[in-house]
């Protein structure tokens, strides 16, 4: 019974294609119905790694139809059609509950929380990108950590909350240094100068804004010792 669910899961979901990931998993399917078929005893490792590879296939089929309909929805927020790309992004979140794979979840909470932040619902939008936050940490999703947590900052600082907002950048420029994200940095010094600059601390607006300068250095520093090889003419 297990072989035919793990085919029909495969057709259904449209990944059965002649892709890499797909074409290895339904091997590996076939081996194992191969041993239980002709009696031998077929390994419960191979059967549990077919499972994992089998749940990975299916968040990353959910990613990817996140990601096609966040396309659709950033169209038609800067088209201004803000009422319905708040309606698609609840929708999002309501499949990805129904299906149950809270890995990714934090990826439909940032797509909602932009979506209020633009309609500067930011009470909400804060909301969305604290839940974002929480479910990137747990599934240790560093752009996700990183991106919720510099707009969670941003709606409090827009909301005039700056001592909250001192709060979440200097965790943001420490999470930033753990992942090794110099743009990240970057982004968290530079709003961190910004809410110094308007209470009036001075130095310590200049310190960060060196620091977001210094990270931006680095970047191009890497883009520079990496250079773009040469193209070959055809």
């Known amino acids: 019974m297990i072989f035919l669910l793990l085919f029909i899961f495969l057709k ?87 299906d149950r794979d809270s890995s990714i979840y934090s990826y439909a909470y940032i797509l909602r929380a932009r979506v209020h932040y633009m309609k500067v619902k930011l009470d909400s939008a804060g909301y969305y990108f604290k839940k974002a936050n929480k479910n990137a940490r747990k599934f240790q999703i560093p752009e996700n950590i990183l991106a919720s947590q510099l707009m969670y900052g941003i709606s409090n600082v827009r909301m005039g909350d700056y001592s909250k907002g001192i709060e979440i950048f200097k965790e943001g420029i420490e999470l930033s240094r753990e992942f090794n994200n110099e743009q990240a940095l970057a982004n968290m010094s530079q709003s961190l100068a910004v809410i110094y600059k308007r209470t009036g601390n001075i130095t310590s607006a200049l310190q960060m804004n060196k620091s977001a300068i210094d990270a931006l250095e680095r970047i191009g520093s890497q883009k520079n010792s990496n250079p773009v090889s040469e193209k070959k003419e055809v």
């Open 12 to 98: 259904s979901t449209s990944l059965f294609s002649a892709t890499t990931d797909t074409a290895m998993l339904a091997k590996k399917v076939r081996d194992y119905k191969m041993l239980a078929d002709s009696n031998q005893t077929a390994s419960e490792d191979m059967l549990m790694e077919i499972l994992r590879e089998l749940n990975s296939l299916e968040r990353n089929y959910n990613l990817f139809r996140i990601k096609k309909l966040e396309k659709i929805i950033h169209t038609e927020m800067n088209a201004g059609n803000i009422s319905f790309a708040d309606s698609m992004s609840m929708k999002i979140i309501n499949q990805v509950q129904k």
